[in-house]
T-cell receptor, first 112, second 117 residues
Framework: KQEVTQIPAALSVPEGENLVLNCSFTDSAIYNLQWFRQDPGKGLTSLLL?????REQTSGRLNASLDKSSGRSTLYIAASQPGDSATYLCAVILYPGGKLQFGAGTQVVVTP | DADVTQTPRNRITKTGKRIMLECSQT?????MYWYRQDPGLGLRLIYYSFDVKDINKGEISDGYSVSRQAQAKFSLSLESAIPNQTALYFC????????????????FGEGSRLTVL
């Protein structure tokens, strides 16, 4: 059974620092991996999707890498801002258009 | 308007009551999903449907049922609600992956917060 782990569960950094969020999965046979952002009491906003054939994806200050062989993905957020405070979740897509297996998330606080 | 709409957004009910959460989407996707979120547990899949005639149980389907009324509508029912079904429920949609230009990315609604007393 695929298990997805996110460490740490919570993270607090001062504004301007780079954020590094980790996601690990036990079975490398994934189709895609997706990173989401969730604000308190809100839905999930898709940030980046990395296809299994890709090594990384970038969008603005966000960069996500994928290493299937080691079962890891890392989300980098450059020059963090207070508005980046949220919970970040990763999820692996097990097969095309199929189910997602979620990690429990990393709660991020960026202090001014 | 949101692409994936859930109603109600908040509901408080009593043990034993029947509850229905509704989801509608304008993305034209065939695939729809219901997840629940509990603190520290992430999101867990309850049911999913790959088209109107295809409905499948997820990892925690006990105590729940679903109905796919149309391509755009997918409802989740709690026949007799119990307190440990208190959670945040999410509907999501996706198009089939593996097709040109389609990555299987999921899109979520804003969530329905259910409290069972």
């Amino acid at each position: 059974k695929q298990e997805v782990t996110q460490i740490p569960a919570a993270l607090s950094v001062p504004e301007g620092e780079n954020l590094v969020l980790n996601c690990s999965f036990t079975d490398s046979a994934i189709y895609n991996l997706q990173w989401f952002r969730q604000d308190p009491g809100k839905g999930l906003t898709s940030l980046l999707l990395i296809q299994s054939s890709q090594r990384e994806q970038t969008s603005g200050r966000l960069n996500a890498s994928l290493d299937k062989s080691s079962g890891r993905s890392t989300l980098y957020i450059a020059a963090s801002q207070p508005g980046d405070s949220a919970t970040y979740l990763c999820a692996v897509i097990l097969y095309p258009g199929g189910k997602l297996q979620f990690g429990a998330g990393t709660q991020v606080v960026v202090t001014p | 308007d949101a692409d994936v709409t859930q109603t109600p957004r908040n509901r408080i009910t009593k043990t034993g009551k029947r509850i229905m959460l509704e989801c509608s989407q304008t993305k034209g996707h065939d695939r729809m999903y219901w997840y629940r979120q509990d603190p520290g547990l992430g999101l867990r899949l309850i049911y999913y449907s790959f088209d109107v005639k295809d409905i499948n149980k997820g990892e925690i389907s006990d105590g729940y049922s679903v109905s796919r009324q149309a391509q755009a509508k997918f409802s989740l029912s709690l026949e007799s609600a119990i307190p440990n079904q208190t959670a945040l429920y999410f509907c999501a949609t996706s198009a089939p992956g593996g097709l040109a230009g389609n990555t299987g990315e999921l899109f979520f609604g804003e969530g329905s917060r259910l409290t069972v007393l």
